[in-house]
T-cell receptor
Framework: KNEVEQSPQNLTAQEGEFITINCSYSVGISALHWLQQHPGGGIVSLFMLSSGKKKHGRLIATINIQEKHSSLHITASHPRDSAVYICAVETSGSRLTFGEGTQLTVNP | SAVISQKPSRDICQRGTSLTIQCQVDSQVTMMFWYRQQPGQSLTLIATANQGSEATYESGFVIDKFPISRPNLTFSTLTVSNMSPEDSSIYLC??????????FGSGTQLSVL
């Protein structure tokens, strides 16, 4: 079992839909990161969380430390949101373990 | 924040040759990280590049195959040596700012024939 599990692996939505991507982990962490990877490989950091909830524009990230679970929500999804979303957990020594990513496609 | 310029963005190489990937950061950073992302898989840390000392390699990665240079606090190179088709991957460099936020280069898509 991977230390970081994301679901779903693939997600197709219609423009305007509310989207949720989930991340579960099995180890104690000091922080959790949500990343966005576009075709071609470049990665952008969306959020760094250690507790609670953060919001940036149409993106919301939540984390429940007790349940070892985090969610990334996208409101009013748009085709430009199409990307791979990656969850990464940070453990002792600032070591990062990455999930395998969720491929999101938003159709117009 | 940090802006990372990574090049080349992609390359197609012949088996047995070597490719050097460069990352330039617009600010001084203590550590730079090199990752590999094989097709359909998550990122795997290759090594941590420290200025003024040898890089620290993760299990499964060795200096002879992936030599790293870190001549100053804004620049690093990763060389993929004696390439084989199994080395076909995306290679990314990464840094963290003082707030621990992650920044990545744009990636190098390597195909080995």
């Amino acid at each position: 079992k991977n230390e970081v599990e994301q679901s779903p692996q693939n997600l197709t939505a219609q423009e305007g839909e509310f989207i949720t991507i989930n991340c579960s982990y099995s180890v104690g962490i000091s922080a959790l990161h949500w990343l966005q990877q576009h075709p071609g490989g470049g990665i952008v950091s969306l959020f760094m969380l250690s507790s609670g909830k953060k919001k940036h524009g149409r993106l919301i990230a939540t984390i429940n430390i007790q349940e070892k679970h985090s969610s990334l929500h996208i409101t009013a999804s748009h085709p430009r949101d199409s990307a791979v979303y990656i969850c990464a957990v940070e453990t002792s020594g600032s070591r990062l373990t990455f999930g395998e990513g969720t491929q999101l496609t938003v159709n117009p | 924040s940090a802006v990372i310029s990574q090049k080349p963005s992609r390359d197609i190489c012949q088996r047995g040759t070597s490719l050097t990937i460069q990352c330039q950061v617009d600010s001084q950073v203590t550590m730079m990280f090199w990752y590999r992302q094989q097709p359909g898989q998550s990122l795997t840390l290759i090594a941590t590049a420290n200025q003024g000392s040898e890089a620290t390699y993760e299990s499964g990665f060795v200096i002879d195959k992936f030599p790293i240079s870190r001549p100053n606090l804004t620049f690093s190179t990763l060389t993929v040596s004696n390439m084989s088709p199994e080395d076909s991957s995306i290679y990314l460099c990464s840094v963290r700012d003082r707030g621990e936020k992650l920044f990545f280069g744009s990636g190098t898509q390597l195909s080995v024939l």
